[in-house]
């Protein structure tokens, strides 16, 4: 086994436990230390804030408009999608948009290399990966990241830079690509660079879990840090009565922050391999086998379920898990004997889906788009009146 595939089963084992889907005597013990461990991790984040707030450690200004999206959550909230939202609009009004990314689970140099780089500095003088220029896609998802990939393919004229130094990653898009907009993806944590607006997006579903911090819950931060967002955007919001105690709730910890309840809407099916749009319609009665490697793939399954689909099989695995040619035959071959039809993945899998030989049964991925419940104004008119006033 390989140290990957060990990192993705102990993960696994902690979700399982954290979301009640595993419980044994033998968990009760593990969920005691995950809770000691929750308490040292809180005590490192305040202690991490109060070096900024003391300026020991300093924000970085880079002298254009920084946005910044993110969660107090780990995965689960969609944030993929308001990104590619937002830096589309902003293209469509004239801005030179660069996205920064960590480029989580990206492929990295070496252990012993990393630790050389490190000590000697030689890591300040290499520069981003650049996923994108604007005009061409440059890297595979291995090399990028998934999230960096698909931004990079749905938004092209962005360019998309992956650096765990953002504001070196944000001087480089400035300097070498003429930058006058960067965006933060995943950028709620990342204290080194100021944004000019920090946009919080909340899982209106399961927005804080169960309030503690990683690793007994899944927040990464403080209830409380909800202060530093200007905007709170609830995703995957349905408009249910459960919203107004939600909004409340964040309101009594950010009385200043907008709220806007925002949706997950899906569109419509895109054929892995011929790239051929489908409509939705076509799920309606069909024997679906569905396949997931996200944070929360009850949510998936389940707009499969509401578009008409009846789901035959379906298999989960850790987020960002990278398919093996070999697991996908096998899932190929069980959705086969469970009688389906069609196999659906998620936008964010299909970017780490082998492409096998084998046309025995259709694989597509669901298009999913981001929509305002607020009244009548749209995503883009939300982002010019953020972003331009």
């Known amino acids: 086994m390989s140290l990957r595939e060990f990192a993705e089963k102990a993960e696994q084992y902690v979700v399982e436990l954290l979301t009640g889907r595993r419980r044994t005597r033998g968990d009760r013990a ?31 200004m880079l ?26 609009a902003l293209l469509e009004r004239g801005r030179r948009v660069a996205i920064l990314s960590r480029g989580y689970r990206s492929k990295s140099k070496p252990l012993l290399e990393k630790l050389r780089d490190r000590l000697t500095r030689a890591d300040h003088d290499v520069p981003p990966k650049v996923v994108s220029d604007g005009r061409r896609l440059l ?33 480089y898009a400035i300097r ?24 919080l997006l909340v899982d209106s579903t399961n927005p804080f879990h169960n309030h503690h911090l990683l690793p007994r819950g899944l927040l990464r931060e403080p209830i409380r840090q909800l202060r530093r967002a200007n905007y709170v955007f609830l995703t995957k919001s349905n408009g249910g009565r459960h919203l107004r ?23 419509y099916l895109v054929d892995l391999y011929s790239h051929e749009h489908r409509p939705l319609e076509a799920l309606r009665g ?7 490697g996200i944070a929360v793939p009850e949510g998936f399954e389940e707009f499969l379920r509401k578009l008409g689909g009846n ?36 936008e964010k899998d299909a970017v780490r889906f082998p ?22 104004e749209s995503f883009q008119d939300c982002i010019a009146r953020i972003c331009f006033g």
């Open 30 to 60: 593990a969920l005691a230390a995950l809770f000691l461990l929750s308490r040292l991790y809180r005590a490192a984040v305040q202690l991490r804030w109060q070096a900024f707030d003391q300026r020991l450690l300093r924000q970085r």
């Open 286 to 292: 069909r024997r679906i086998a569905a396949i997931s």
């Open 311 to 346: 789901l035959v099989h379906c298999e989960r695995f850790a987020d960002h898990h990278r398919f093996r040619p070999q697991e996908i035959i096998d899932f190929h071959n069980a959705a086969v004997a469970a009688g389906a039809e069609l196999i659906l993945t998620t």
């Open 139 to 171: 890297l595979d998802s291995a090399t990028a990241g998934d999230e960096p990939y698909m931004l990079a393919s749905n938004v092209k004229q962005a360019i998309v830079l992956v650096d765990k130094d953002r504001v070196k990653s944000g001087r």
């Open 245 to 267: 105690h939600l909004k409340a709730f964040i309101a009594k910890h950010n009385p200043r922050a907008e709220i806007i309840e925002c949706t997950h809407r899906p569109q």
């Open 63 to 88: 002298g254009c408009l920084v946005v910044s999206i993110g969660n107090l959550t780990v995965g689960g909230t969609g944030k993929t999608p308001v990104v590619e939202v937002f830096a589309r």
């Open 355 to 376: 492409h096998l030989d084998r046309r025995d049964l259709p694989v597509c991925y669901l298009r999913v788009q981001i929509d305002i419940l607020k009244g009548h």
């Open 176 to 199: 070498r690509f003429g930058a006058d907009t960067l965006i933060l993806d995943d950028g709620f944590q990342y204290l080194r660079l100021r944004p000019h607006i920090n946009i």
